[in-house]
């Protein structure tokens, strides 16, 4: 594979270096395109070494070949790593004053751009714009970690490790023709919390490791991702767009905002069934009287049922919801998720047994995966990426069916 590898003048520009390794160690034929600042951190001597090729960053070096047209044309793959505030900027204005802008304009295959830059700059509204406007052309611009920064700052807008980078971006053009490819789905991960005063709130266990790994899966298979994380404190899937709530009320609204054009939501998170009905500005203080605390709770939305609702006749998108359940005298587990799926409407049922030490916040687990022809399966117990490829697998399935 051809792949050009940009370098932005940002200090991980070294991180780069074992970017570069790990694509030449898997055979791959790389082109360093270094910006002017990339090379006051890394000089091209290194790029040259490491990459078996010459190296420059203006468009006059071999004229006579048309670099900033044929390096963007001949590509199977570019990756821009560190993409720093102004590299971003350039690319999502389209500006090309260097060899690596004009190789982004010219490129029509895959493009990967992983930034790196201070948490401030990241989180600043014209960045934000920029990365929603690349994004909106198929540019596919990975998240940036969150740690230790320059200096001693820490926060969002650490590069991804090399490992990380090269892993999703050359599964990207796998993924292309992949059998989600051209899909946008909707995963929701995590659970929600209902707050009672400003310290305290109504809660569940769920971890999110279940709805992170869906929404890996379904990137790894080609398709464009949201997700709706609820509390969860966990790495953001490669490639994924991740939208942050609290409460029942803020995932019904992101998840909702986000399924307008989805042809899948996956409702993999676990909403509080109840809020506060009465919120208190101010901590509730212990009475010191040993006389009980009472509160009053109030339903929250369905938020699958409003899904389903709103989408009346049509067919699209497919809805997949998720029941947690424990058994008891009325009723066993697969009983009780049977009556609620019967009640929810959704086209498919995860279903989850739940319990200490049961699912919740475990590597792995089994799911039962009712469809609404009446079909029933049981998968693992098996860790979250097989349960999620499984899940997929039943999606697609009725994807190609109608």
């Known amino acids: 594979m051809r792949i050009v590898l940009g370098v932005s003048g940002g200090i991980a520009a070294y991180k780069a270096c074992l970017l570069l390794r790990r694509f030449t160690e898997a055979g791959h034929d790389v082109t360093v395109v270094p910006t002017a600042a990339a090379l006051r951190f890394v000089g091209a001597p290194t790029w040259a070494a490491l990459s078996g090729k010459p190296v420059a960053d203006d468009v006059w070096t071999r004229v006579e070949e048309v670099p900033h047209v044929r390096l963007g044309k001949e590509a199977d793959l570019v990756v ?27 490129a029509r295959c895959p493009i990967v751009l992983a930034p790196a830059m201070h948490t401030e700059m990241w989180s600043h509204p014209a960045t934000v714009a ?52 051209g ?22 266990r769920s971890s999110g ?15 464009r991702v949201t997700l709706v994380s609820a509390n969860a404190s966990l790495p953001a899937p490669a490639g994924v767009e991740v939208v942050e709530v609290e409460t029942t009320v803020q995932l019904q609204d992101a998840v909702t905002a986000a399924g307008k054009d989805a042809d899948v939501i996956v409702m993999a ?3 509080a069934d109840y809020r506060s009905a009465a919120y208190a500005d101010h901590k509730i203080k212990k009475s010191g009287t040993g006389d009980d605390l009472v509160l009053r709770f109030a339903e929250t ?18 809805i997949v919801s998720f029941a947690a359940e424990t058994g ?18 959704s086209d498919l049922q995860v279903v989850n047994e739940v319990g200490p030490g049961i699912t919740f916040g475990q590597d ?38 109608g």
Request: aromatic residues 2%.
């Open 130 to 181: 920029n990365v929603a406007t690349l994004r909106a052309r198929g540019v596919h611009v990975i998240d940036p970690d969150s740690g230790r920064l320059t200096g001693a700052d820490t926060g969002p807008g650490r590069l991804p490790e090399p490992d990380e980078i090269a892993s999703y971006a050359l599964g990207l053009v796998q993924s292309e023709a992949g059998s989600l490819a």
């Open 328 to 345: 008891d005298a009325t009723a066993s587990v697969l009983d009780h998720a049977r009556a609620k799926f019967a009640r929810k409407g």
């Open 269 to 271: 998170a676990a909403p």
């Open 209 to 223: 490791k279940q709805g992170y790994a869906l929404a890996a899966v379904a990137a790894e298979r080609g398709a």
């Open 80 to 106: 821009v790593a560190p993409a720093t505030t102004d590299l971003i900027a350039k690319a999502a204005h389209g500006l090309a004053d260097d060899l690596l802008t004009n190789t982004l304009l010219t």
């Open 364 to 401: 792995t687990s089994a799911i039962h995966i009712l469809s609404r022809d009446g079909g029933e399966h049981q998968v693992g117990p098996a860790d979250k990426v097989t349960l999620a490829a499984a899940v997929w697998d039943a999606v697609e399935a009725r994807l190609t069916t």
């Open 301 to 318: 939305p369905d938020i699958v049922r409003g899904l389903v609702a709103a989408r009346g006749t049509a067919t699209t998108p497919l």
């Open 183 to 204: 899909r946008h789905v909707v995963v929701s991960a995590g659970g929600t919390r209902e707050p009672i005063d400003p310290v305290r709130f109504i809660g569940n």
